[in-house]
């Protein structure tokens, strides 16, 4: 059901050596161009052909009436509705702690340089849609925006044949509950091709977030300067690296709850214990058959993207993990705290038995929009800062620029670029007098 990888005694770089899945992000963005040029050209004509072509519905309109939101959230069922509610609590309740405050320093008498942090204009913000629904990123993706304080919010999540040719209601719930009624009924990379380039209602986004398909990933690829993006996301994916102090079973469950997204999802178990390796088999083998989702699971477990990698100890097994660079990373060993602490890639971390995955998809109140694919080797998940620019402001009085003077122009004269110098000459001479007055 699961491969096993044996790492023991091999040196080295194990990168490509680790189970990953294939994606050619390449072919699909040369895939999605027209769709985005499309997009650009014909705006909301061409997201309504689109959206009946991939998502099999006619729409009137792309825009979600408020009726609609408000009926969704009013037809909730209350025990979704207080999960939802308790999701957005202990989400803003962390990110509120991320917020940056300016900064001035002093850096010469009469000279200062202010950080000053500027929230994005207006972001457009993707919900996926297809095997499962996904209010829990409504939340993820609304709850840091706001908190950055971002002048204008929008979401976007494909259409549903089953619900009208709108976007699944316990989704549009969530956007009532954060106060979002800006909403489209458009999916894939033509949404990213929406926020992009404005179309009817929508108009331009600075930035667009949130996690997605390949198409998704292509368009963003593709637009990224266009517009500002938070990450390609890819496939979902978990190591775990556990000890034989490990309990089997919360192993097992918890490769399966990640299998469950997708028949491409990564489920990765890294261990120095072969008898927890068999154990972990032994509960995959009972558990998979018995789970709702067991063919994608069993699709997902079996592909080359997962696998059991057996490592000499502890110490290589950091070693294998941090150069995987997990999206989601369980550390469940002796001393798990301590373990944890030593690991340096990974988009989020989760320690011992009673910190699962799962706990951090909805309530853990940590972000669930995390970097795939390895991306954690340098980039984070999305948070208060992805909404917010960093702006430095110079400040500096004409003594202060005198007294650096000669240093600016002998750099800019190394650099053969004198005007540079001359524009400091022009205010306080050449060597820090007073230059002409105007």
Not at 23 to 31: G, H, N, P, S
Not at 199 to 227: F, Q, S, Y
Not at 253 to 265: M, T
Not at 387 to 408: K, Q
């Amino acid at each position: 059901m699961i491969s096993r990888i044996d790492l023991r005694g091999t040196p080295g770089d194990p990168r490509d050596l680790l189970p990953r899945a294939e994606l050619d992000i390449e072919a699909a963005t040369e895939k999605v161009r027209p769709i985005c040029d499309d997009v650009r050209h014909r705006g909301v004509e061409a997201l309504i052909d689109l959206t009946e072509r991939f998502d099999g519905v006619r729409l009137a309109d792309i825009r979600v009436p408020r009726a609609a939101i408000d009926s969704a959230l009013a037809e909730l069922d209350p025990a979704v509705r207080a999960g939802l509610e308790e999701s957005i609590r202990r989400a803003r309740k962390v990110h509120a702690d991320q917020r940056r405050s300016d900064t001035v320093t002093h850096v010469v008498p009469g000279g200062t340089v202010t950080e000053r942090w500027v929230p994005v204009g207006r972001v457009g913000l993707y919900v996926p849609g297809g095997r499962a629904v996904y209010p829990s990123s409504v939340v993820m993706n609304v709850v840091p925006a706001q908190e950055a304080g971002a002048g204008s919010l929008a979401v976007a999540s494909p259409p549903q044949a089953d619900f009208g040719g709108l976007p699944h209601p316990t989704v549009l719930a969530a956007c009532a509950l954060l106060g979002i009624d800006e909403v489209y009924a458009v999916g894939g990379a033509q949404a990213v091709a929406m926020f992009a380039y404005g179309a009817g209602e929508c108009a331009r986004a600075d930035m667009v977030t949130g996690p997605g398909n390949i198409w998704v990933a292509a368009a963003k690829r593709l637009l990224k300067g266009v517009i500002g993006i938070d990450a390609e996301a890819g496939p979902t994916e978990i190591a775990i690296l556990a000890d034989d102090t490990a309990d089997a079973g919360y192993v097992a469950a918890d490769l399966i709850s990640q299998a469950e997204h997708d028949v491409i999802a990564a489920s990765v178990l890294v261990t120095p214990s072969v008898a927890l390796a068999e154990r972990v088999e032994a509960e995959l083998a009972d558990r998979v058959p018995a789970t709702k989702h067991s063919e994608r699971v069993a699709a997902a477990l079996g592909g080359r993207q997962s696998g059991i990698v057996l490592v000499d100890d502890l110490d290589h097994g950091l070693a294998v993990v941090d150069a995987y660079a997990a999206e989601h990373l369980e550390v469940m060993t002796a001393d798990a705290s301590a373990v944890a602490a030593r690991v340096r890639n990974a988009g989020a971390v989760f320690v011992g038995d009673f910190a699962p995955v799962s706990l951090g998809d909805y309530c853990a109140g940590s972000n669930h929009v995390l970097p795939t694919g390895g991306s954690a080797h340098h980039s984070s998940g999305l948070s208060v800062q992805t909404f917010l620019r960093g702006i430095h402001v110079v400040e500096y009085d004409r003594a202060a620029l005198a007294e650096v003077a000669p240093s600016v122009v002998a750099l800019a004269e190394a650099e053969d670029l004198p005007a540079h110098g001359e524009a400091v000459s022009a205010r306080v001479g050449r060597t820090g007098g007073e230059g002409t007055a105007r």
